[in-house]
C-alpha cells in the first residue's frame, strides 16, 4: 500500500494549485512520528452478505492521500467495499483502487510520470493550464479497460460548466472521467465530453454520498479531507478566490455527510504542513482505526437489519 501512496502522491502533487510549495522529489520527507493503532482496536469484520458496502471519497488536493490511508485500514480489517465514489482527488485514488491496479504496476505508474508535464502550463481564455497528461498517465494505468469493466463500481463527479448540474461519469473511460473530476476552473482547461465543458465536481458534490447511493451501495462510509476556511488565512487575489470555494465546498459537504451512514470528517491542512504528505496517509489509516469498534458495530446492526427491510438475502 506504500507504494500505492507514492504512486497517488505523484498524480495530487502534479494536478493540484495548492501543492507548488511541496517537493516533488520527495513527496514523502516528514519528521514526524506516524500514529499507533492499538491493535486490541482491530478486530475484523465477518463476511455481510447481502449489505452493498460503499466508499465515498471527498475532494480536498493533496489532503487526498489521506483516502489512501483509510483504504489500506479498511482493507486490512476485511471490509468488503464494492462501490467506489469519487470527487477530484478523491476520484484519483478511488479510480486507482476500483480499477484493481496491482502495487508493483502502480508504482511502476509513479516512476514514469513526469511531475512538470501532468499540469502543463497552456494559458488560454479557458484556463491558465491542462490536466490533459494527467488523463493520458491514468489511460496508461487502466490499460484501456472500460470503467464498467473494473472490479469495484466506480463513479467520479464532475461539474457541467455551462449549466451547473452534476455529471455521474461511471462509464467508458475512466482516465477522462477523472480528468474531468479534477480539472479546476480557471487553473485548469475545462474538459469536453459529449459536447459539454467539464470541470471540478467539487463545485457539485464534494463528498460524493449520493454518488455512492446511485451506484448501488446500501451503506456509505463518506470521508471528507477538504480544506478548511479556518486552516489557513487567504490574502491575495489568487488566495482569496480559492479560499470562496473552499467555503463553498465546506457547506455542501455538511450536507452530504448528514446522508452518509458513517461520516468521517478530517481536519489535514496543519498535519501536511507540520509533517508533509506521508503523515496524510497515517492519518487516513488512523482515522478508521480509531473508529474501527464504532464503525465495525455500525456495519453489523445495518447488516441484521436489511434482509427485513428489503427481502433481500
Known sequence: MKRIAAAVAALLLAASPALARHDAADPFAHDCPAPSAD??????LPPLPGLRIGLALGSGSVHGLAHVGAIEALEARGVDVRVVAGTSAGAIVGSLWASGL???AIEAFAKSADLERLGEFAPSWQGLRTNEELRRRLADAFGGRAIESWPRRFGAVATDLDDGTRRLLASGDGALAVQASTAMPV??????????RLGDGALVEPVPVATARE???DYVIAIDVAYRPYEEPASGLVQNGLQAMHILVNAL?????RDADFPIRLDLHKTMTDCGPESLVAAGREA???????LRRSLLAARAV???ATGRP
Do not use: D
Not at 491493535?39 to 475484523?44: E, F, K, R, T
Not at 487553473?187 to 459539454?196: D, S
Not at 459537504?253 to 455527510?257: D, H, Y
Not at 478508521?288 to 464504532?294: C, L, Q, Y
Open 102 to 104: 496491482e502495487a508493483t
Open 187 to 196: 487553473y485548469f482547461t475545462p474538459v469536453r465530453l459529449g459536447g459539454r
Open 39 to 44: 491493535p486490541a482496536q482491530s478486530q475484523p
Open 306 to 308: 436489511r434482509p427485513r
Open 288 to 294: 478508521i482505526a480509531s473508529r474501527w469498534p464504532e
Open 253 to 257: 459537504a455538511a450536507a452530504e455527510l
Open 215 to 217: 451506484l448501488g451501495a
